[in-house]
């Protein structure tokens, strides 16, 4: 044998004779070389072994008759130099000694580096048409989602044509056509030399007196086929293309075209309705209603998976009564193509006048036709008077088909400038092609009221269907609106340009000349009512005043709808917030009073928002809790989230949602922990825009959040002073619901709860103006309005109990939760003042906490983070008697620090408004101290002010239960937030 020393270059070619003998043998090669162990040919002549390129259970590695390669799995493909070169990764000399060897032939013949490939159509065999009997069966690759079958008008097989994805159109269709190459038959992916039928062209000529509907794709005709029965459904061989499709079947036949909703659709259908026309068909082009979205087409038909994604609206009998209207417009003319009809406009019984120019439009027919072909020759024949007066009634009455013969004209040859001058001049027009699709829109957008946001967000009211909508004018709807308002208009569709130069100028003309207004989501305010967006279809809101509540139409606020949010049910009259108890898993009577408080903050306008922080271990129905809270307040299609990875994406949801819920929390980052907090109370982020320019992109915003977790997720101090905590206790199998039977109850007692919530805030209007705290919270807005609104649902210092409750048990738990305020707490036990630097603090807390807590992570490393540490700590220390002070001392200016115990910091101090009254007793009834407004002094004492108990409108009873000493409860009870605790010096009482 040959060495590869002695072949000539590795660029040079093998012979024919060599290359058809390597084929030949490629089986026996790839056996010898690479151990493949072939299966019998399949139908086309294929046989499989185990890829030798990777490690595979199934056969996907294939040699075809002609010693083509392929994997289907690695794709491993080439000839058999190539295949060995590849796999053995030697040289292609060396696979092509390989080769030879296997074969027993002489080594000295030059080697191919790659194979060759000829794109010629004579490769590809003769096209054999139609399908003989004798025929090999088609079988379509293995990843072929589905196959159609081409036949002619006499029902003889012409082609298959397979759908298969693609990696970036999402799918691909495919031709496939039989090939004679000598003796052998066999099916490739080509329609060289073919030109296609029809779709389904033996039923159009079987039913001759049935309405032809032209789709766009065989998978839209196989629906309408299967739903429309009485038309035949035809479309057009992709592939080929529409000049290239045999359309002699349409002769004398009426066509319904349907195009698909978007540009290529609209544009295919224009380009197959002047073939029809050319070929003798009547057609008539299906005005698409305006509420179907982008990509909609007849394969959408009553797809109930397809409903939520498009219009539920779109059934079958929708289809018939539009095409029935589309049928029953008359027709201008024969041989000219139909105007796209209104389908709310009369029918023709009802307006039995003619269009007009129909008489010119009528002769115009035998003027136009072979006009393209005039122009070859004669490039004035478009300017015959004649013929100009036809193109005048053309563009005037189908301005769609008027500019698909412009196009043409152009092509051939014509100056079409100075055609649109005559054209213009004909109309009485001083000349030009009229006005640009750019200014039909700007003026079209008049119609709309105009205004801009305080952020310079330009929006638009428009007026649909005897209500108001608001849309941000960069928004699809808006887009849809006017493109849908062009139509009407020209009949035609804007390009892009125009529609986005129309809608800068838009938009410019909102930010200057037209008035600023605020743009709400959810909830809204203005002068002295709360709004409340429905977010139905009719665009009602709840309007909210101290005189009561009602459901309004155009509500004298704006809202925006972004994507997701869903509509709340319609509130009813007298509800009762006791109707949501039975859906929370809440362990106390106290639980369910912060809960109902923070919902009625979430209804108001504005901030600060406490974050609600739900914890509680597996089965605790964590999630169903937050989703009945999201649901009930702020419906969303995706009422929970995971947290977002970086604050922009957080502020960005902000944006979008009123309530934000975020699920499985395992913890909280400290970037996220103070975006939380700048949430909750207030505050924004900025971002460069486009990152091409100095502008930037502000986001502000106030929401309410959620956040749900097994562990104790919130540590740090600044968002636990901002947050409720509620623990949620696991739920015994017994008392487990079903899903389904779950939010199906819910679903009923909905509008009852949110009737409940808003008369609740009717009173709380009604009282804010003399409602006090004498030492608020840090979140005084939030207490100060749920205080105003208590006594519609409990007693007076209801709520304050609550919360001082909930917020001495969040400070014992963030305590625990920093090994340094635990280690200073202890260290300050045994002492009442300290003072020194933060070096000398740090060595005294290393030696009290041990080698282990100075080596874990959360221990600081130097002075500095300790001080840091210490200053976040000081709120919540100094609630458990702990004071700490920062001063410059001596000449040095010595930066020292003084920390101070009181003698009373021995239990966490209430300041419950009944601290000072005797204990709930009465197992029937909320027993306060009589409180109209909540003033609490320095030492934790309530004033009452000597008003009367207030036990009109309160909810469901709570029982009271009896607790052991306020220090033996701080001792042994655990950390686990939402108890209500009221502690006093004497004892405890629980709701």
């Given amino acids: 044998m040959g060495t590869a020393s002695s072949a000539p270059s590795a660029g040079e070619l093998l012979t024919d004779a060599r290359r058809t003998q390597l084929d030949a043998n490629a089986r026996l090669i790839l056996k010898e070389v690479l151990g493949c162990d072939f299966g019998p040919e399949d139908l086309r002549g294929w046989a499989h072994s185990l890829c030798p390129g990777h490690e595979e259970k199934t056969p996907s590695f294939g040699v075809g008759r002609d010693g083509a390669c392929r994997c289907q799995g690695c794709g491993l493909k080439g000839d058999v130099i190539k295949v060995i070169h590849t796999v053995r990764r030697c040289s292609f000399a060396q696979a092509r000694d390989l080769a030879l060897e296997a074969i027993g032939s002489d080594g000295a013949v030059p080697v191919r580096v790659k194979p060759a490939k000829s794109t010629k159509a004579a490769d590809l065999g003769d096209l054999v048409v139609p399908v003989p009997e004798n025929a090999p069966t088609f079988s379509a690759p293995i990843d072929a989602l589905a196959v159609y079958t081409w036949r002619d008008a006499g029902g003889a097989l012409v082609a298959h044509t397979v759908r298969q994805p693609h990696p970036n159109r999402g799918k691909t269709v495919k031709p496939w056509t039989l090939r004679r190459k000598g003796s052998h038959m066999v099916w490739r992916s080509t329609d060289a030399g073919l030109t296609p039928p029809l779709y389904n062209a033996a039923n159009i000529a079987a039913r001759p007196e049935d309405v032809i509907l032209f789709v766009e794709g065989e998978k839209a005709a196989d629906a309408a086929t299967q739903s429309l029965p009485e038309f035949v459904a035809t479309t057009f061989m992709g592939s080929a293309g529409i000049d290239r499709t045999d359309w002699s079947a349409v002769a004398g036949r009426r066509v319904v075209v349907w195009p698909d909703a978007d540009d ?14 050319q070929h003798g068909g009547s057609t008539f082009v299906v005005k698409l209603p305006v509420d179907l979205p982008n990509g909609w087409d007849l394969a959408d038909i009553d797809v109930p998976e397809n409903h939520e994604k498009y219009s ?4 079958v009998d929708r289809v018939r009564e539009i095409i029935a209207k589309t049928l029953a417009q008359p027709m201008l003319s024969v041989r000219s193509t139909n105007r796209a009809v209104d389908h709310d406009v009369p029918t023709p019984s009802e307006t039995r006048d003619e269009p007009k120019d129909l008489a010119p439009l009528s002769t115009a027919s035998v003027t136009l036709d072979g006009l393209i072909e005039r122009v070859a020759t004669d490039p004035g024949a478009p300017f015959v008077p004649d013929t100009l007066q036809c193109l005048v009634a053309l563009k005037k009455n189908d301005a769609a088909a008027f500019e698909t013969l412009r196009a043409q004209l152009k092509r051939a040859g014509c100056r079409v400038t100075e055609l649109d001058k005559a054209i213009a001049e004909e109309n009485g027009a001083p000349g030009g092609r009229g006005p640009k699709q750019a200014d039909i829109l700007i003026e079209l957008a008049a119609e709309a009221e105009l205004f801009h946001s305080p952020d310079d967000t330009g929006y638009a009211d428009l007026e649909m269907d005897g209500h108001r909508e608001t849309r941000s004018i960069r928004s699809k709807g808006f887009r849809r609106w006017l493109a849908r308002r062009f139509f009407q208009t020209t009949q035609g569709a804007p390009n892009s340009e125009a529609l ?9 003309n909102a930010h200057f000349d037209a008035p600023q207004r605020e743009v709400h989501v959810r909830v809204g305010a ?5 709004y409340l967006d429905l977010s139905d279809d009719a665009w009602r809101a709840v309007e909210i005043d101290t005189d009561g509540w009602r459901v309004i139409d155009n509500p004298p606020v704006r809202f925006r709808r972004a994507a997701g949010m869903q509509p709340l049910p319609q509130p009813t009259p007298g509800g009762s917030v006791e109707a949501l108890r039975p859906f929370l898993n809440l362990r106390s009577d106290p639980d369910f009073v912060l809960v109902v408080a923070w919902a009625l903050a979430v209804l108001r306008n504005r901030g600060p928002y406490p ?16 989703a009945i809270l999201r649901s009930l307040l702020d419906p969303n299609t995706a009422p929970l989230r995971a947290l977002p990875r970086e604050d922009r994406d957080l502020f960005i949801a902000a944006n979008n949602s009123h309530v934000l819920t975020f699920d499985n929390v395992s913890g909280l980052p400290t970037w996220i922990s103070d975006t939380i907090c700048r949430l909750a109370t207030g505050g924004g982020f900025a971002v460069r825009q486009l990152y091409t320019d100095q502008d930037e992109v502000l986001f502000d915003a106030t929401r309410p959040i959620v956040l749900n977790g097994i562990e104790e997720i919130v540590t740090r101090p600044d968002l636990a002073d901002r947050a409720l905590f509620l623990t949620l206790e696991p739920i015994p199998d017994e008392r487990r619901r079903p899903e389904k039977e779950l939010w199906s109850a819910f679903e009923t007692e909905r509008p009852c709860i949110l009737g409940g919530l808003l008369d609740a805030m009717v009173r709380g209007l009604r009282m804010m103006p003399q409602t006090r705290l004498e030492e608020p919270p840090r979140m005084a807005d939030f207490a100060l309005w749920a205080t105003a609104c208590e006594t519609a649902l409990w007693p007076d210092g209801t709520f304050c109990a609550a919360y001082c409750g909930n917020r001495d048990e969040a400070i014992e738990g963030v305590i625990e939760a920093d090994q340094i ?30 080698d282990g807590a100075k080596k874990s992570k959360g221990w600081p490393n130097s002075p ?26 001596g000449r040095a200016r010595t930066r020292v620090i003084h920390i101070t115990r009181s003698a009373e910091s021995a239990g966490v101090q209430s300041s419950a408004p009944s601290a000072s009254g005797p204990n709930p007793s009465d197992s029937s009834d909320f027993r306060f101290e009589p409180v109209r407004t909540v003033l609490i002094d320095a030492n934790g004492r309530a004033d009452h002010g000597g008003t009367d108990p207030v036990t009109t409108g309160l909810a469901k ?4 239960h009896s607790r052991a000493d306020a220090d033996d409860a701080d001792a042994n009870a655990g950390h686990q937030s939402g108890a209500l605790v009221d502690r006093t010096a004497t004892g405890d009482s629980r709701l």
Avoid: Y
């Fill in 957 to 960: 009873p709570a029982k009271n």
């Fill in 821 to 850: 305020a635990t280690a200073l707490r202890t260290f300050m036990e045994t002492r009442t003042v300290w003072s020194g630097t933060s070096t000398e603090l740090l060595g005294a807390l290393g030696d009290q906490a041990g």
């Fill in 526 to 530: 203005l002068d002295d009512r709360l």
């Fill in 864 to 889: 500095r983070g300790l001080a840091g540490r210490l200053r976040r700590a000081a709120t919540f220390l100094r609630k458990v008697g702990v004071e700490i002070d920062f001063r410059r001392e």
């Fill in 500 to 508: 986005q130069s129309a809608l800068n100028v838009i938009e410019a």
């Fill in 611 to 626: 974050v609600l922080v739900l914890s509680g271990e597996q089965g605790s129905a964590k999630s169903t809790f937050s």
């Fill in 264 to 277: 290529t659709g609209l544009k295919k259908a224009q380009a197959a309705e002047q073939k029809i026309v």
């Fill in 312 to 315: 539920a609206e779109m059934t």
